[in-house]
């Protein structure tokens, strides 16, 4: 699950990381007060950002031909300018698609003066089975360019998960991102209170970029999350309630939200050929091998490994819900999962949604031939497939006739 900017700060302000003064607007009418706040802190700016879980924001553009979606603001009056362009529009970046998102929140933050912007992100290192902590001296930038460009540039420390993270840990990435004095320290700080946030709140990432050193209005340096991502593991969201209610259902596809509710994992897609599949290892290698032969995946659709009668026809109505579906696949290996039941579920869904589309079905493993027998005596128009390679090219066919 993924929140917005300003959730992630509150979540790592509860840490102990410093974030600039902000104030989250929801409408118009608590810009000015929000931003009258943020003038008399005494910035002399207010930065407007527009709050849609996407990056790029201060690079995209407006559906209204408005460009920026992030803006700096140097008067109260200037900030209301830029948050009437940008509440309710759609804002097009470079991870929206074409399509855009719309802008629902804005967080008005002060405008810091930053001396110096770095990277630091904590995520899990799957290959060595160890959180790992990412710091770079090049912040503002794109990380995966950095790391093809100066991957010397980028420091790791990997943390042992029994212990967490050691302050003599916190002291090498401080010194690697060249800060010291009460910088230095400062930023051990900061580092440790970015893992604990990881650590804490069951993130699968938490991204400062940038991570920068502010001169405060005494002339003193200090360090701050200026921006910040947060990506927390679904499977882990029953332990918080709270970040679970940070949840917003306006920056998801609708068809993904009703896939939810039925524990679908479930990625809209641009193709015609739908996919329903067990594992989602399975359902990758299904939208490859429907490429290979010539298709283009509708979807990613895994019921995981102990889907229901009523999972698999929620997962069809799910599928039928989107218009530009012309065939589906249904590529089922039984492990865990009985293939009667699938097929059970799968002639109930065709009579119920009354599909009128090919639909292409590969069963093989635990109880199989139940499976098979179940399809052949439904009565239903159902086409099998011998392999997923002969499954997948009579759907190809199927489609394009």
């Known amino acids: 699950m993924n929140i ?10 509860k840490y102990g990381v410093a974030v600039p003064f902000e104030i989250p607007a929801k409408s118009l009418a608590e810009v000015r007060p929000a931003a009258d706040k ?5 910035s002399s ?16 553009t407006f559906k ?8 700096v603001a140097s008067s109260v009056d200037e900030a209301v300018s830029f948050a009437e362009k940008m509440l309710g529009n759609v804002l097009v970046t470079k991870q929206t698609g074409a399509d855009g998102r719309k802008v629902q929140t804005l967080l008005l933050a002060a405008g810091e003066k930053i001396k110096k912007e770095f990277y630091l992100a904590v995520l899990l290192d799957r290959a060595n089975s160890r959180p790992l902590v990412m710091a770079s001296t090049e912040g503002g930038m ?3 360019e950095v790391a093809e460009k100066h991957p010397e540039k980028i420091f790791k420390e990997h943390i042992d998960p029994a212990v967490g993270i050691m302050p003599f840990q916190a002291r090498k990435i401080s010194a690697a991102l060249g800060l010291k004095g009460d910088l230095f320290n400062a930023g051990v700080k900061l580092i440790t209170g970015v893992y604990n946030t990881w650590w804490e709140c069951d993130a ?11 001169e405060l209005a005494d002339g003193k340096e200090t360090v701050m999350a200026l921006d910040a991502k947060i990506s927390l593991d679904d499977n882990a969201l029953y332990r918080h309630k709270d970040i679970l209610e940070m949840r917003d259902l306006n920056e998801e596809a609708p068809l993904e939200i009703e896939a939810s509710k039925f524990n679908l994992n479930y990625i809209k897609l641009d193709g015609s050929i739908a996919c329903l599949v067990n594992g989602a290892g399975l359902a990758m290698a299904t939208m490859d091998i429907i490429q290979h032969f010539g298709g283009n995946p509708a979807n990613f659709l895994d019921v995981g490994g102990g889907a229901s009668k009523e999972q698999v026809t ?15 696949l249904v590529n089922i290996f039984g492990g865990i999962m009985d293939c009667n039941v699938i097929a059970t579920g799968i002639v109930a869904a065709v009579k119920e949604t009354h599909l009128n589309i090919p639909l292409v079905v590969r069963l093989e493993g635990n109880n199989v031939a139940a499976g098979k027998k179940t399809l052949a005596e439904s009565g239903v128009a159902i086409i099998t497939g ?16």
């Open 4 to 13: 917005h900017e300003y959730q992630a700060k509150q979540l790592l302000a």
């Open 38 to 42: 943020i003038a008399a802190s005494g």
């Open 45 to 60: 700016r207010v930065v407007v950002k527009s709050q849609i879980h996407a990056g790029g924001r201060g690079k995209g």
């Open 64 to 71: 209204t031909g408005f460009q920026g979606g992030v803006k």
């Open 142 to 144: 794109d990380i995966e």
């Open 204 to 214: 699968a990432m938490v991204e400062l970029n940038p991570l920068a050193v502010v």
């Open 314 to 328: 929620a997962a069809f109505k799910i599928i039928l819900s989107d218009p530009n579906v012309k065939g589906i």
């Open 386 to 401: 011998d392999s997923m390679a002969d499954a997948a090219q009579k759907v190809v066919k199927a489609v394009g006739k």
